[in-house]
């Protein structure tokens, strides 16, 4: 839960935001460098006018300011408020957060079947994130029944993408042989890949990579020159696919 709005908030600040945008662009731009001068009222002063008159990416920035409390009293109501009318406007990043508040066990808004819903129909478009999520909470069996097929199957989409979190994933479902055969140099191959990826200097993708590193380094301790070879093999096939059909 932390880690979704601590990602959404790394967006707003470095002004990532990908999906579509209406509101006037000066409004949009006067209230990220509000937000990068560290004047987050000021920021939410600037899209509020553009929010109250329907635009779901002001309606999504300020819900996601109540959510972590920058700038205001953090509000969880008043925070799903305004992502529930961006959403109805078929915002992506509105969904995400309110699929990571309705997979909350400890808020009130608690409702995994819709989070599920959600997080599913995103994914279907394309959006790595919601295809991470998918493979985590399935992997995980938070909210729903645990499936290593469908966590391996959204993880493999997502990882073939590049996003290092999946490929940490993959990589773990191999080393454990849940829901596929057991296989250390597949397991390998895909710390390995999540380890090696450029980072862009994101802190939540700096983390990924240790942790896709420190896996590596410790499974290798386990593993035959056999095994290794393999794994450089298999690597090598999957860099040269460009991460497509790794498996």
């Known amino acids: 839960m932390r880690n979704c709005y601590r990602l959404v908030q790394i967006v707003l600040v470095l ?13 949009l731009t006067d209230g990220q460098n509000a937000l990068m001068r560290g004047d987050d009222s ?9 929010a109250t008159d329907g635009d779901p ?14 700038g205001v009293a953090a509000d969880k109501k008043l925070a799903i408020r305004w992502l529930r009318l ?22 009130s808004y608690y409702d995994p079947d819709t989070a599920i ?5 995103v994914a279907e ?39 290092i979190v999946s490929q940490i994933g993959l990589g773990e479902l191999y080393r454990y042989g849940y829901g596929v055969e ?3 140099p597949r397991a390998f191959m895909w710390f390995s890949l999540a380890g090696s990826a450029v980072s862009n200097n994101l802190p939540d993708r700096i ?12 499974l290798e301790h386990l593993m035959s020159a056999e095994d290794l070879a393999e794994a450089d093999r298999l690597g090598i096939a999957c860099w040269q696919a460009k991460l497509q059909n790794c498996d």
């Open 15 to 27: 002004g990532l935001v990908a999906w579509p945008q209406f509101a006037s662009a000066d409004a």
């Open 42 to 50: 000021g920021a939410i002063k600037l899209w509020t006018p553009a």
């Open 57 to 70: 990416e002001a309606q999504f920035r300020i819900g996601m300011m109540y959510m972590s409390g920058r």
């Open 86 to 107: 961006a959403f109805e406007k078929h915002h992506i990043g509105a969904t995400l957060a309110l699929s990571q508040a309705y997979l909350d066990k400890a808020g």
């Open 117 to 121: 819903k959600l997080l599913r129909d």
């Open 125 to 163: 478009q394309g959006v790595t994130e919601a295809q991470r999520y998918l493979g985590q909470t399935y992997r995980k069996g938070g909210g729903v029944s645990q499936d290593f097929d469908e966590a391996l199957h959204w993880y493999k989409l997502a990882a073939a993408k590049g996003d």
């Open 182 to 184: 057991q296989s250390y």
């Open 207 to 218: 983390s990924a990579s240790r942790i896709a590193i420190k896996a590596r380094d410790e």
